[in-house]
């Protein structure tokens, strides 16, 4: 039997794309593999948000090459999407972007049946959601849906429009559909992903909303816990909320909403939609309705034009709002984006700098929110023996605690910015 290796870069939603793939080659008979280990077939779903998901993604491709030479190596996903061609590097026989990935089997044996080498990118302005169903996750306890595909917003700084295209969503029967599928199969958690999740439903113009999936998968027999992956917060407002809050149950009081950055100036620069004012009351709003609730964020350093004052800024917002955890990342230019043209350039060194001091910021403001934890008792779900994650997506370790199971946990201390507990 032949095997066949992944290696996936970036956010959620690639990931689910992957193991989309990933399944489609189990039922075609090959088998999976460690992508360390010699594969007859190697995937690697790139990324390119930032210079470094680019590098990474070129790397694994020609690592795969010099592991097997004999490999025939797919190139998937945004960096595929965006070069094309050019990815036909030594042992590639399938570049296929973000659509068609239902036949990624079909092309690739396709392709070496006739010893070629094919490109399957094709423009995605016209392309409806693509129909890709997962049944497993790698053995996890959580499992992540991806119910919405592509942006309109047009950051300045953002490549992803290019590569992701417009905003699509899935059908809402299909998301009920696969909802039921992995509740059955045992997933306790499910996180529903997008690249601009608030989006969904715009596309459908019959007044569907994100809200509604979540009531959809929420009511799903066997399904636990619902997580949302990353918001707007221009979308969030008290009636949001509020509707959110009927799910308090199952809906997991974490809220990952992207900041990008704490100063007007910047913002307005980035060509984001909304103000700090506006992204104070959407926390404000779900701190109401989800007392004590996770608030987590990205943050880009060293934006073109970014000062040091305004910089500043940033660290006291992050510092006032009192994230959870941050993601932190120095800025990074897209060949292609508007923002590249822009004055005020920051040099790499800077920005640099910048990250290093907000990462520590972040972890500070990590360890308080940790800290005000202790003492409380609360739900973890295991995802392996003794350790797991809460439903505010915070790391804890639990002696006792069985793998899939969920339990109540008694948080004693902190072990670096673990949690540590004992059972309830």
């Given at each position: 039997?032949?095997?066949?290796?992944?290696?996936?870069?970036?956010?959620?939603?690639?990931?689910?794309?992957?193991?989309?793939?990933?399944?489609?080659?189990?039922?075609?008979?090959?088998?999976?593999?460690?992508?360390?280990?010699?594969?007859?077939?190697?995937?690697?779903?790139?990324?390119?948000?930032t210079g470094v998901g680019e590098k990474k993604s070129l790397k694994f491709v020609r690592q795969a090459a010099r592991?097997?030479?004999?490999?025939?190596?797919?190139?998937?996903?945004?960096?595929?999407?965006?070069?094309?061609?050019?990815?036909?590097?030594?042992?590639?026989?399938?570049?296929?972007?973000?659509?068609?990935?239902?036949?990624?089997?079909?092309?690739?044996?396709?392709?070496?049946?006739?010893?070629?080498?094919?490109?399957?990118?094709?423009?995605?302005?016209?392309?409806?959601f693509e129909a890709l169903d997962v049944t497993a996750n790698?053995?996890?306890?959580?499992?992540?849906m991806k119910i919405q595909e592509g942006c309109d917003n047009r950051c300045a700084y953002c490549i992803i429009p290019d590569v992701r295209g417009p905003i699509r969503s899935r059908p809402l029967p299909d998301v009920r559909r696969e909802a039921d599928a992995l509740g059955a199969a045992g997933y306790r958690e499910v996180v529903l992903t997008g690249i601009h999740l608030a989006s969904y439903g715009r596309d459908?113009?019959?007044?569907?909303?994100?809200?509604?999936a979540i009531d959809a998968v929420c009511a799903a027999p066997g399904v636990s816990r619902v997580r949302l992956g990353s918001l707007e917060p221009a979308w969030i407002d008290e009636a949001y909320a509020a509707r959110m809050a009927q799910h308090a149950d199952?809906?997991?009081?974490?809220?990952?909403?992207?900041?990008?950055?704490?100063?007007?100036?910047?913002?307005?620069?980035?060509?984001?939609?909304?103000?700090?004012?506006?992204?104070?009351?959407?926390?404000?709003?779900l701190r109401v309705h989800f007392p004590g609730c996770a608030i987590t964020t990205d943050v880009i350093c060293g934006f073109a034009g970014e000062t040091e004052e305004d910089f500043a800024q940033t660290v006291a917002f992050c510092q006032r709002i009192g994230f959870a955890r941050m993601h932190v990342f120095p800025y990074s230019e897209r060949e292609g984006t508007p923002a590249v043209q822009f004055d005020g350039v920051v040099p790499v060194f800077e920005r640099e700098q910048r990250t290093r001091r907000l990462i520590a910021v972040?972890?500070?403001?990590?360890?308080?929110?940790?800290?005000?934890?202790?003492?409380?008792?609360?739900?973890?779900?295991?995802?392996e023996e003794g350790e797991g994650y809460s439903r505010r997506y915070v790391r804890v370790r639990a002696p006792g605690a069985a793998a899939g199971s969920i339990v109540q946990v008694r948080i004693t201390g902190l072990d670096g910015l673990t949690a540590v507990g004992e059972l309830g």
């Amino acid at each position: 039997m032949k095997t066949v290796g992944f290696m996936t870069l970036g956010c959620k939603t690639n990931q689910y794309d992957a193991q989309a793939m990933r399944e489609q080659f189990i039922r075609a008979g090959y088998v999976p593999a460690a992508f360390e280990e010699i594969c007859d077939v190697y995937v690697v779903n790139t990324c390119m948000v930032t210079g470094v998901g680019e590098k990474k993604s070129l790397k694994f491709v020609r690592q795969a090459a010099r592991r097997n030479p004999q490999a025939a190596i797919v190139v998937a996903g945004c960096l595929a999407q965006h070069d094309g061609e050019k990815l036909f590097l030594p042992g590639v026989r399938l570049v296929i972007g973000n659509a068609h990935r239902e036949h990624v089997v079909e092309y690739l044996e396709d392709a070496i049946a006739r010893d070629v080498a094919v490109c399957a990118v094709d423009d995605l302005a016209d392309t409806a959601f693509e129909a890709l169903d997962v049944t497993a996750n790698e053995g996890r306890t959580r499992a992540v849906m991806k119910i919405q595909e592509g942006c309109d917003n047009r950051c300045a700084y953002c490549i992803i429009p290019d590569v992701r295209g417009p905003i699509r969503s899935r059908p809402l029967p299909d998301v009920r559909r696969e909802a039921d599928a992995l509740g059955a199969a045992g997933y306790r958690e499910v996180v529903l992903t997008g690249i601009h999740l608030a989006s969904y439903g715009r596309d459908f113009h019959d007044g569907t909303t994100l809200l509604d999936a979540i009531d959809a998968v929420c009511a799903a027999p066997g399904v636990s816990r619902v997580r949302l992956g990353s918001l707007e917060p221009a979308w969030i407002d008290e009636a949001y909320a509020a509707r959110m809050a009927q799910h308090a149950d199952k809906l997991c009081p974490q809220f990952h909403l992207s900041l990008q950055s704490g100063c007007d100036k910047v913002l307005g620069r980035m060509r984001r939609r909304y103000t700090t004012a506006q992204f104070v009351r959407a926390v404000e709003c779900l701190r109401v309705h989800f007392p004590g609730c996770a608030i987590t964020t990205d943050v880009i350093c060293g934006f073109a034009g970014e000062t040091e004052e305004d910089f500043a800024q940033t660290v006291a917002f992050c510092q006032r709002i009192g994230f959870a955890r941050m993601h932190v990342f120095p800025y990074s230019e897209r060949e292609g984006t508007p923002a590249v043209q822009f004055d005020g350039v920051v040099p790499v060194f800077e920005r640099e700098q910048r990250t290093r001091r907000l990462i520590a910021v972040g972890h500070e403001l990590e360890r308080a929110y940790l800290e005000s934890l202790v003492g409380q008792t609360v739900e973890v779900m295991a995802e392996e023996e003794g350790e797991g994650y809460s439903r505010r997506y915070v790391r804890v370790r639990a002696p006792g605690a069985a793998a899939g199971s969920i339990v109540q946990v008694r948080i004693t201390g902190l072990d670096g910015l673990t949690a540590v507990g004992e059972l309830g």
